[in-house]
């Protein structure tokens, strides 16, 4: 049975919520760059890094089409050697432009109004910890689990990661939504049969031309069922 959308804005999905819509997974899913933290200029600095001291040419718009994808993987996709070499480079120079990351407008009162609202939220992410966990802390948001390269399985597009996750938070695939951006979260979501929403405000573009679409974090709210807040969060108020 092919799934049921659910409310507007998107006339399809990808998962198998089988016509509940979104009112029962309570498990909730998000990718880190490009959903909850806009990191593109970070990114831009160190790659260039990479191009300086290892001497490549690839431009940074062939770097960022791979993005979701484990940095090895990507490494090996751009037909590049050393990779471990380019990773520490870029990993040091990510470090040092760390501050010009911003967490993306409305993003830290949607994810206090989903937990509020009794979802159990997380994070499955191909950024190392020691580079994602700062970044998660400046939005303050209950995470109950943060799944990334360094633990077991496979990477995105793999179903691993959304999987260990659900198992952290004890949810089900059939109740459970990821939040992603760009097509290896599309397609993770659905190797894992997860419900998927695309981040309309990320970095990249969906697979098809139907999946359920999110313009702005506000959006969001709207197709999990969950009724925005009036006014902004008091800084810390649910913690």
Request: charge should be negative; aromatic fraction near 6%.
């Amino acid at each position: 049975m092919a799934p049921k959308a659910p409310p507007a804005p998107s006339p399809c999905a990808t998962g198998s919520k089988h016509g509940r819509g979104l009112e029962a997974p309570r498990g909730l899913l998000f990718d880190l760059d490009g959903v909850l933290v806009d990191t593109r200029p970070v990114m831009e600095i160190a790659w260039r890094a990479v191009q300086e001291v290892h001497g490549v040419d690839v431009p940074f718009e062939a770097y960022e089409e791979h993005l979701g994808r484990p940095f090895d993987d990507i490494m090996g996709r751009l037909g590049l050697a050393n990779a471990e070499e380019v990773h520490r480079t870029y990993t040091e120079a990510s470090a040092a432009a760390s501050h010009l990351a911003q967490e993306f407008e409305g993003i830290t009162d949607v994810l206090l109004a989903v937990a509020a609202d009794g979802w159990s939220l997380g994070v499955v992410t191909s950024k190392p910890l020691a580079r994602a966990t700062p970044l998660l802390a400046r939005l303050g948001c209950p995470f109950v689990t943060v799944r990334g390269p360094d633990g077991h399985g496979r990477g995105k597009p793999a179903p691993d990661p959304i999987l260990l996750a659900l198992v952290d938070l004890g949810a089900d695939p059939a109740d459970a939504t990821y939040v992603g951006d760009m097509a290896v979260d599309q397609e993770a979501a659905r190797r894992a049969g997860v419900f998927y929403v695309h981040a309309g405000w990320g970095y990249g573009r969906p697979i098809g031309p139907c999946p359920a679409v999110a313009d702005t974090p506000r959006q969001l709210l709207h197709l999990l069922g969950v009724s925005a807040p009036n006014g902004p969060f008091v800084e810390g108020g649910l913690l």
